[in-house]
């Protein structure tokens, strides 16, 4: 069982990082953009050959808002040359299988090493781990509990924590080899992730960094242990990272006076184990299948037509396009189309595949599709995103929702608004507007909040129109 469990489990390793504010060589930079998941496969990382270095650096720089030249610019070598995480960025390439979690949501975890001779202030140690394991607790539907290493030994254990030293192995799990932090790296810790079959995983922070112990908030410049370990224990929660800065899963060491969850953490912990039940439930009397979003000296659209009329009750599985004075509604594996200038409409719906020739066969529904600003049309299926152009249909990107959207429960709706604003409604409660240009969420909220007397549960979202 350990030899498979060691085989399962993704290794992270640690990696030798150049000392801050020096120069930082072609091969440093490799070493750090392999270990980071900027190189795909070891040949491409090349000392000889630039071309995969540039390549990597592009893709790096490109998700962490840097200069994107492919080039050792001042601004990549500085964001480089700061205290990192030593988990691979690339790992959501792995959640895609839908293994990356527990297969539990009660989760027992110690402390190592455990006694005051190897860790002073050992207590101190536990009451942040713990604050660290609230903070993930606090907002999804999992539970944490501490076990005592000696008086409760026989009780076995999920999440090892272990503060340890430059060089390193595991505390609970025998059969894994070294996994060092390099000596003078700026590395913070390493975390291993979890898969369905995981009984145990560890987290290793280097404990020969000077930490903060004490209460928040924490003084200009010092390190927090509290938001170390909250980021850490993300990882052995499942989480990849985040290149969103507010996220706690941004890899690098930000400083901030107090520790907290952004949105997007919110997301990803309640994705994989749901969110936290409610104490109290609210009985409801009415519910609401869809919802508008109105705008001034609008009308809405009069759709006169009975086979169209018969939809009305399954408004929770349409969408709606409008390009070009036509509007699509698509349900199921059907489309119609309404020109908005003569009213005109079609008797029988087309299927939506003989009409957008590029979606596999058979297809099952449309969960949203809009026109973004610069009029290329995004249309999510169950499980892929597709960009086409408007009215060739030819396609200029295909990707797996998740690996596009790491972090992120599925798309319920969409909606461009008048202000030319996009806004994506989630599974779970949650929408974002969406910056069109780099094609991802920011200020992700609750709908509920936004939205007064909206369900939480969206089934469909459309817009008014000026016709
Ligand atoms: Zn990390
Ligand atoms: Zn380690």
């Not at 894994?176 to 003078?184: A, L, N, Q």
């Not at 107090?258 to 990803?268: F, R």
Request: charged share 20%.
């Amino acid at each position: 069982m350990y030899v498979i469990l060691a085989l399962v489990a993704t290794v992270v390793v640690a990696l030798i990082h150049p000392a801050s504010g020096g120069e930082l060589t072609q091969e440093e930079a490799q070493t750090f953009l392999r270990f980071h998941g900027y190189f795909h496969n070891n040949e491409s990382a090349d000392v000889q050959n630039l071309e995969p270095l540039a390549a990597g650096l592009s893709e790096f720089q490109a998700i962490y808002n840097l200069p994107e030249d492919g080039t050792l610019n001042p601004q990549t070598v500085s964001f480089i040359q700061n205290y990192w995480c030593g988990s691979s960025d690339n790992y959501y390439t792995l959640r895609n299988s839908k293994q990356g979690k527990w297969n539990t949501n009660i989760l027992r975890w110690t402390v190592y090493p455990p006694s005051t001779a190897y860790l002073p202030h050992r207590q101190k140690y536990i009451g942040i781990t713990r604050q660290a394991f609230e903070m993930w607790s606090a907002n999804s539907n999992l539970q944490f509990e501490y076990v005592n290493p000696y008086s409760q030994k026989n009780i076995s254990v999920n999440i090892v924590i272990s503060f340890t030293e430059a060089n390193h192995t595991f505390q609970r799990i025998n059969n894994r080899d070294w996994c060092p932090f390099p000596t003078g790296g700026m590395i913070l810790g390493h975390a291993y992730f979890p898969d369905l079959m995981s009984t145990t995983e560890e987290v290793h922070i280097q404990k020969s960094l000077s930490w903060y112990l004490n209460e928040e908030p924490v003084p200009e410049g010092a390190r927090s242990l509290l938001r170390v370990l909250t980021h850490e224990i993300g990882h052995v929660l499942g989480i990849a990272h985040s290149a969103n800065y507010e996220s706690i899963m941004y890899p690098s060491l930000v400083f901030e006076n107090t520790t907290k969850l952004s949105q997007d953490d919110i997301l990803a912990i309640q994705e994989l184990y749901g969110s936290k039940p409610a104490v109290r439930t609210t009985v409801t009397t009415t519910k609401t299948t869809s919802t508008t979003i109105p705008t001034p000296n609008t009308q809405e659209i009069n759709l006169k037509v009975p086979k169209l009329c018969d939809l009305n009750s399954k408004m929770s599985n349409t969408s709606f396009l409008i390009v070009n004075n036509k509007l699509y509604l698509f349900y199921k594996k059907y489309v119609w189309m309404l020109n908005l200038n003569t009213r005109e409409i079609q008797d029988t719906p087309l299927v939506i595949t003989d009409w957008l020739t590029f979606l596999p066969t058979p297809f099952e529904k449309i969960s949203g599709i809009y026109q973004k600003p610069d009029n290329e049309v995004v249309l999510f299926s169950e499980s892929m995103v597709y960009i086409f152009e408007y009215a060739s249909f030819k396609v200029l990107k295909r990707e797996h929702y998740n690996v596009l959207m790491r972090n992120y429960p599925a798309v319920r709706g969409v909606v461009n608004s008048y202000r030319g604003k996009t806004y994506w409604f989630f599974d779970n409660n949650m929408f974002s507007e969406i910056d069109d240009c780099r094609f991802l969420p920011k200020n992700t909220a609750l709908i509920t909040e936004q939205f007064t007397g909206v369900p939480s549960k969206i089934d469909s979202v459309f817009r008014y129109t000026d016709v």
